[in-house]
């Protein structure tokens, strides 16, 4: 939002500037960053931190299991002679 903009704003609604400027979308993140790393050096956060990463960590595995079992189907679908439409779906032709 531009200065003009801000100031045509706070005329019309009588909130300050100064207080506009700080409900800035970059002024908010700014704010939470903040508030973030200091939650993340708190035992508090770290604790969520460590969550966090087991659950990620479970989330790439299943992904990864999950690519292994599409490449292992697909290749057993063309060993069969089977055609794919999707890489998932496979149909046989007569």
Known sequence: ???AELATLSAGTGVPIKRLQEMT???TMARMSERIQEWLLTEEGQ???DQLRVSLMRMTH???AGSRD??????IA???G???IDGNTV???L
């Open 47 to 49: 604790a969520a931190l």
């Open 62 to 64: 299943r992904a990864e």
């Open 1 to 3: 939002m531009s200065d």
């Open 25 to 27: 979308t970059g002024a």
């Open 78 to 80: 063309e060993r069969e």
């Open 91 to 93: 149909y046989v032709t």
């Open 70 to 75: 599409r490449e292992r189907c697909h290749e």
């Open 82 to 84: 089977l055609k794919s």
